[in-house]
């Protein structure tokens, strides 16, 4: 059974007059006139791929009657046009959730948040993964360049001349190619940090490349 489907039957399944309930006859009204129009001519999409829910009307005035009475509970619904009938729908996780609770959708709400919770953390982890590997290609080529002009430096015999800081780091690099800068500053005789090393390194490659 899809997700919509279950929605719908949870609504169904609902009360459709609480005698009992301590909320206003006129807010339970417009509920029950959001809940039906679901009912009739709505749709949610399976929160586990985009986040979309949808309200058909034939009418333009009650599709116009529902998005006030949505508006009024802060939830934003935009409005379009699909085929001859006229469309409310939400693409916003945070905005659904609320619409489900409106309705009365409490198991509906539940699943939602925990699929929602669960895609945002995946794709918090896959941004991170993401930006980690970028990195790291980034440190990866930028001491393979390195290499490459220390190496030129010898052969074109420049090295032996370099001043011994910056012959002290080449050799350091060159011995360990995958050591991070903070790494190589510790290595030295006298340690310095991260922007020392990176400032020597880019010394060696502007020599390197001079001529």
Request: proline letters at 2%.
């Amino acid at each position: 059974m899809s997700f919509s489907s279950e929605v719908r039957e949870e609504l169904l399944d609902l009360k459709m007059w609480d005698n009992n309930s301590n909320m206003p006859q006129d807010e339970q009204l417009a509920r029950l006139l959001v809940r039906e129009s679901f009912i009739e001519k709505g749709f949610i999409n399976d929160p586990n791929k985009d986040y979309h829910l949808e309200i058909l009307f034939k009418s333009k005035k009650k599709e116009k009657q529902v998005k006030e009475i949505i508006s009024n509970y802060g939830i934003d619904m935009k409005e379009t046009k699909k085929g001859t009938n006229y469309m409310l729908y939400i693409k916003d996780g945070e905005e659904i959730s609320a619409f489900l609770a409106l309705m009365g959708a409490v198991k509906a709400v539940l699943k939602f948040e925990e699929i929602r919770v669960i895609k945002d953390t995946r794709n918090n982890v896959n941004r991170l993964v993401n930006c980690e590997t970028a990195n790291l290609n980034k440190t990866i080529n930028a001491a393979v360049k390195q290499i490459e002009d220390i190496k030129k430096l010898k052969v074109t015999k420049q090295f032996d001349t370099l001043p011994d800081n910056l012959k002290e780091i080449a050799k350091l690099r060159l011995e360990n190619p995958d050591a991070s800068y903070e790494e190589l500053g510790k290595m030295l005789s006298k340690p310095i940090g991260k922007s020392g090393v990176s400032h020597r390194l880019e010394k060696i490659s502007k020599i390197a490349n001079e001529n």
